[in-house]
T-cell receptor
Framework: EAQVTQNPRYLITVTGKKLTVTCSQN?????MSWYRQDPGLGLRQIYY???????DKGDVPEGYKVSRKEKRNFPLILESPSPNQTSLYFC????????????FGSGTQLSVL | EDKVVQSPLSLVVHEGDTVTLNCSYE??????LLWYKQEKKAPTFLFML????IEKKSGRLSSILDKKELSSILNITATQTGDSAIYLC???????????FGKGTLLTVNP
């Protein structure tokens, strides 16, 4: 089944403890992207990747890192999480870019205490 | 500025009503306008619009883009409780790979 898989679904952590949210897609998509969703603010793009080893900042990249070493995987890294990074995170992918149908993962609800 | 504005922010209707959701965007190198539906979990794709005046339709849902007015509408006719969701619009550009979402419209359809 074609899908975008994110893990974990829920994560509670403490300030400063490094964490990684994984994202994997099985559709051979070139484009992958991370979003965070907060009440009243909608979906905001964190980082995106156009291909292996090619990434760029979205609108809210501060405090996040990404890497794209393989086409299928696009992990989101929080080196030193802070409470203002408590949010619902979505990974998404598409064949070639954002100007076409995006497939979203199921989301990761992150709480930073 | 890179902004997408949706209205209304929330809407409550009765089953059978017709609703119109609005999305306006500030354009720099506009390429596409996309609509997504978000129920309890991840957003799912509804429509992508690139050309002005051409209606896209899927069942009771339809959408159209007006490039002159820098806006798009999403219509839902004969609403059902299953249409209750957040409806998101997003704007893509031709100059980079960013995608900017609006804050969404929360639609509640009561029986």
């Amino acid at each position: 089944e074609a899908q975008v898989t994110q893990n974990p679904r829920y994560l509670i952590t403490v300030t400063g403890k490094k964490l990684t949210v994984t994202c994997s897609q099985n559709m051979n998509h070139e484009y992958m992207s991370w979003y965070r969703q907060d009440p009243g603010l909608g979906l905001r793009q964190i980082y995106y990747s156009m291909n292996v080893e090619v990434t760029d900042k979205g609108d809210v990249p501060e405090g996040y890192k990404v890497s794209r070493k393989e086409k299928r995987n696009f992990p989101l890294i929080l080196e030193s999480p802070s409470p203002n990074q408590t949010s619902l995170y979505f990974c998404a992918s598409s064949l070639e870019g954002p100007n076409e149908k995006l497939f979203f993962g199921s989301g990761t609800q992150l709480s930073v205490l | 500025e890179d902004k997408v504005v949706q209205s209304p922010l929330s809407l409550v209707v009765h089953e059978g009503d017709t609703v119109t959701l609005n999305c306006s965007y500030e354009v720099t190198n506009f390429r596409s306008l996309l609509w997504y539906k978000q129920e309890k979990k991840a957003p799912t794709f509804l429509f992508m619009l690139t050309s002005s005046g051409i209606e896209k339709k899927s069942g009771r849902l339809s959408s159209i883009l007006d490039k002159k007015e820098l806006s798009s509408i999403l219509n839902i006719t004969a609403t059902q409780t299953g249409d209750s969701a957040i409806y998101l619009c997003a704007r893509g550009t031709g100059s980079n790979y960013k995608l900017t979402f609006g804050k969404g419209t929360l639609l509640t359809v009561n029986p």
